[in-house]
């Protein structure tokens, strides 16, 4: 990555090296959100692709693993179709001193491939309305899975949501609560985070409240992101969007977001009234859980009655010679009739 100098770049690689043992071999880097680094790699045992995210050590060092520990074990209990499960994860032994060398933490999850709902949006500018109902119900119903077993996520946005075949699968869960604790941790304990910005979540996508004080927010502020998303699937753009991420942060708190019916004509009452009432301000006025959200959705994704379906023309028999007399081609009258002069005349010259 280019905002890593090729001798960081190399210590970090031999320090991942390290810390993965023999269990993956990276094959490459994907990129990363500012806050760890991902990487394609195969795991050896299992002899599949998989994806490893990386924390950064500056975030992660001289931390008391134990509450980011217990939010990975709630992590990876999650199972859900429109979740990405965590594999894997690894960390410094609990014993072990921290300095340049020691261990990386990293968890390892399913390679979904496909694309992000981010690159989908680029491709696409807004979805149809059916694709986009089906999209927030899949969001929604793992929300509400996630939430029944205690989890929030905390960085709803399209980069963590990808597109399998065209199914949603939420990517990150947990790991950005564990990450936000970390940094509450760092910054309680007086260090400075160059990356602090990005772990505590994305602009456009933050609740008021998280904008206040990260580290009070419960799934309030994922109905929040939610709807944000869902306001860009079908307008093209999240409600705030401002040349500073301080001018977006502000208008998250102060500014009420257009109404989407303003904004696009096709979207029913209900999901308008629903989608707004979770860009309420005060998360007491937002619906009160993302169950509820998938009630309302379920009221509009029932499938429409569909037009009758006319039966399947069979196709056309082949054309056989029994079967199609009618197209014969009947001889022509000049023809016939030039046969039989030839005929007369032939018996005409036998005879004489
Ligand atoms: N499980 C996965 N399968 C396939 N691609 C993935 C997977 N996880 C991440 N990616 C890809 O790697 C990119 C970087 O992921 P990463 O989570 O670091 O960034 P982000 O989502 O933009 O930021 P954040 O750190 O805030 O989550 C994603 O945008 C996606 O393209
Ligand atoms: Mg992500």
New binding site residues.
């Given amino acids: 990555m280019s905002t890593h100098s090729a001798a960081s770049d190399r210590s970090f690689r031999e320090r991942l090296h390290r810390s993965l043992g023999d269990a993956y071999v990276i094959i490459r880097e994907?990129?990363?959100?500012?806050?760890?680094?991902?990487f394609l790699a195969t795991e050896i045992a299992l002899e599949r692709t998989v994806?490893l995210?990386v924390l950064p050590a500056e975030l992660t060092a001289g931390i008391d693993g134990t509450r980011f520990h217990r939010e990975i074990l709630i992590a990876a209990r999650l199972q859900h179709p429109h979740l990405?499960p965590l594999l894997n994860a690894g960390e410094p032994a609990a014993d072990e001193p921290h300095g340049a060398g020691s261990a990386l933490r990293w968890y390892a999850?399913?390679?979904?491939?496909g694309q992000?709902l981010?690159?989908h949006l680029q491709l696409r500018g807004t979805l149809p309305l059916h694709e986009a109902l089906r999209l927030l119900r899949e969001l929604a119903s793992a929300l509400a899975y996630a939430y029944a077993k205690g989890v929030v996520h905390r960085?709803i946005?399209p980069?963590?949501i990808?597109l399998s075949d065209g199914v949603a699968m939420i990517?990150?869960f947990g790991v950005?609560k564990a990450l936000e604790d970390a940094s509450a941790e760092a910054v309680s304990s007086g260090r400075r985070l160059t990356t602090v910005g990005?772990i505590l979540g994305?602009p456009a996508y933050m609740a008021p409240e998280q904008v206040n004080n990260a580290h009070v927010v419960d799934h309030k502020a994922d109905l929040y992101a939610l709807a944000c998303v869902a306001y860009e699937i079908l307008t093209g753009a999240p409600p705030f969007v401002r040349p500073s991420l301080r001018a977006t942060m502000a208008a998250q708190v102060s500014t009420a977001p257009t109404p989407l019916t303003q904004l696009r004509t096709d979207v029913p009452a209900p999901l308008a009234d629903m989608l707004m009432r979770c860009l309420e301000k005060d998360p007491r006025q937002r619906p009160h859980s993302a169950t509820a959200v998938v009630k309302v959705l379920d009221g509009l994704s029932a499938p429409p009655v569909p037009p009758p379906v006319p039966p399947p023309v069979p196709p056309p028999p082949a054309a056989t010679v029994e079967n199609t007399p009618q197209t014969r081609t009947p001889l022509p009258v000049w023809l016939v009739a030039m046969v039989v002069v030839l005929l007369v005349a032939a018996g005409w010259w036998a005879r004489g």
Avoid: I, Q
């Fill in positions: 994907l990129g990363g959100g500012g806050s760890a680094r991902v994806v995210k990405v999850m399913p390679f979904v491939e992000t981010r690159e960085d946005k980069e963590n990808l990517a990150d950005a990005m994305t």
